[in-house]
């Protein structure tokens, strides 16, 4: 019944923008942190950003300044706003959710996760 579902992935060009959605069902996000990943053509899974209950973010680096996490929380959703993409951002995006917790979230401390959209960047 807790289930995760990833939209909005693509195909653009460089310098573009796309905005991921993650809707929740089952469960209400308001208890939970909840965050973004990505996978790329390398191996292991990225950590992209996060936010909590009360609305505090975190971001990867390589991230900071292009990407934008936020939560509806009447819609119950997770969104990524994506500017500025490049090639390197090219991966299958996730969204996680585990209890809310006063650290950030170690990947393996996620309890649920959606199954992924894709995003590709190229001219």
């Known amino acids: 019944q807790l289930q995760l579902v990833e939209s909005g992935g693509g195909l653009v060009q460089p310098g573009g923008s796309l905005r991921l959605s993650c809707a929740a069902s089952g469960f209400s996000l308001d208890y939970y942190i909840i965050g973004w990943f990505r996978q790329g053509p390398g191996p292991g899974v990225e950590g992209i950003s996060c936010i909590t209950f009360g609305g505090t973010t975190n971001y990867n680096d390589h991230v900071k300044g292009r990407f934008t996490i936020s939560r509806d929380k009447d819609k119950n959703t997770l969104y990524l706003q994506m500017n500025n993409l490049n090639s390197e951002d090219t991966a299958m995006y996730y969204c996680?959710?585990?209890?809310?917790?006063?650290?950030?979230?170690?990947?393996?401390?996620?309890?649920?996760w959606g199954q992924g959209t894709p995003v590709t960047v190229s001219s």
């Open positions: 996680a959710a585990r209890k809310s917790k006063n650290t950030i979230p170690t990947m393996t401390e996620y309890d649920y």
